[in-house]
Nanobody
Framework: QVQLVESGGGLVQAGGSLRLSCAAS????????MGWFRQAPGKEREFVAT????????SYTDSVKGRFTISRDNAENTGYLQMNSLKPEDTAVYFC?????????????WGQGTQVTVSS
């Protein structure tokens, strides 16, 4: 089993940046890919980005390409989501998850989420 804890969320103005972290414990972090999802009020949880176990392969949803960067440090059992040029529509609760793919069903373990609010 893997336990995931997100941090780094907060309130930021449009155009600003945040870096989310996902600290993993339990089974070896490097045996899993990692993904970030987000969920805005009244909306479905949606895919944001994913990274393979070794960090070589990544994939992003179109709306964040060129603005967000997913990365991981297996030695530190931590994953990251660097978010630049933030927009009000990026406002959501952001979740990290252990797995790899663009569907929420590709992921077995989830964190509790961290709130990101972007003001206009």
């Amino acid at each position: 089993q893997v336990q995931l804890v997100e941090s780094g969320g907060g309130l930021v103005q449009a155009g600003g940046s945040l870096r989310l972290s996902c600290a993993a414990s339990g089974r070896t972090f490097s045996t899993y890919g990692m993904g970030w999802f987000r969920q805005a009020p009244g909306k479905e949880r949606e895919f944001v980005a994913t990274i393979s176990r070794n960090g070589i392969s990544t994939s992003y949803t179109d709306s964040v390409k060129g603005r967000f960067t997913i990365s991981r440090d297996n030695a530190e059992n931590t994953g990251y989501l660097q978010m630049n040029s933030l927009k009000p529509e990026d406002t959501a609760v952001y979740f990290c998850a252990a797995g790899y793919g663009r569907s929420r069903y590709d992921y077995r373990y989830w964190g509790q989420g961290t709130q990101v609010t972007v003001s206009s």
